[in-house]
């Protein structure tokens, strides 16, 4: 008897349209690998939610991006209903999506990080915490979402909807250098992609929009940078007690590396970053998404 899993998908993030693409590709692997799928696109409407998730499936895929689907909100009601789910639990997701703290706990743990300072919008836009050229970005968004590169000689600060609202921002040095990335998949790093693209940085647009970028798989980059990089992406892994599958964001400045972030939701369509290492190592789509549902699990 094939199990029942409950996909969910949307949400009401900034990054809705990214989680609407990742679910409906998983949708169809699930399908594809004999699953009993059900799709929901969640709303704010948690009474709705729990209603559609009884009878129990024997696991939920989070296909959910950004806020409320990514930071613990959703982990943590599903932990209360003791639903399986996969990827990361509710403390893990919770402390990648606050970037300050994620950033804390990797240099406290050796890992190198580029400084940085958490501020409010008022403060960043009466003048320049660190020096240019610098980063700002919401401490909690993903997909890079609402993020600017503040340049020598450029413009200041924009305020925009991602800042409004008293939104706490981390303003962080720019590292010039080579965008790298690493898929963790239950601890294990898979491999290193380099991600080219025409954009200042690896934006949403570059991310997200027909030929943004292009992947290089496996990255040309020598292997002891290689083993370095699938080392500290699996440091920053544990350090945060992440589960299943996870991918790890770095900056190569031509001597050091810099770990960016952690993504505890990582895109999953069959040409995203991490199906792409899976596939690289011959693991199938299908074959992936099976793995992540068969080890499923809730937070006791």
């Not at 599903?78 to 240099?107: C, E, N, Q, R, V």
């Not at 790890?248 to 895109?267: A, C, K, S, Y």
């Amino acid at each position: 008897m094939s199990k029942n899993v409950t996909v969910l998908l949307g949400g009401w993030s900034a990054e809705r349209e990214v989680s609407l693409v990742s679910g409906a590709a998983c949708v169809n692997a699930l399908k594809e690998a004999g699953y009993d799928v059900t799709p929901i696109d969640v709303h704010p409407d948690m009474g709705a939610l729990l209603t559609r998730l009884y009878p129990k499936p024997d696991a939920v895929f989070n296909a959910l991006h950004g806020r409320y689907g990514e930071d613990g909100c959703v982990q943590g009601l599903l932990d209360i209903l003791g639903i399986p789910y996969t990827h990361s639990g509710l403390m893990a997701s919770a402390l990648a999506m606050d970037k300050p703290m994620a950033k804390h706990l990797f240099k406290t743990a050796g890992l190198l990080v580029a400084k940085h300072v958490e501020a409010s919008a008022d403060e960043i836009f009466a003048a320049d915490l660190i020096p240019r050229p610098y980063v700002i970005k919401p401490s909690n968004e993903g997909s890079s979402v609402g993020v600017q590169i503040i340049k020598v000689g450029g413009h200041n600060p924009i305020i925009d909807a991602a800042m409004a609202g008293g939104t706490r921002m981390m303003v962080e040095a720019f590292i010039d250098g080579r965008e790298l990335t690493v898929a963790v998949m239950n601890g294990k790093a898979l491999a290193v992609t380099e991600i080219i693209t025409h954009h200042d940085f690896y934006d949403y647009g570059a991310k997200y929009e027909n030929g943004g970028s292009t992947h290089h798989i496996p990255a040309e980059i020598g292997e002891d940078l290689n083993s370095k990089a699938m080392g500290m992406a699996e440091r920053a892994y544990s350090v945060l007690g992440c589960r299943g599958v996870a991918r790890v964001d770095f900056r190569f400045d031509g001597e050091n590396l810099f770990i960016l972030e952690v993504n505890t939701q990582p895109g999953m369509t069959p040409t995203s970053l991490v199906p792409e290492q899976a596939a690289h190592v011959g693991i199938s789509f299908p074959d992936l998404v099976s793995w992540m549902v068969e080890k499923a699990e809730f937070d006791q």
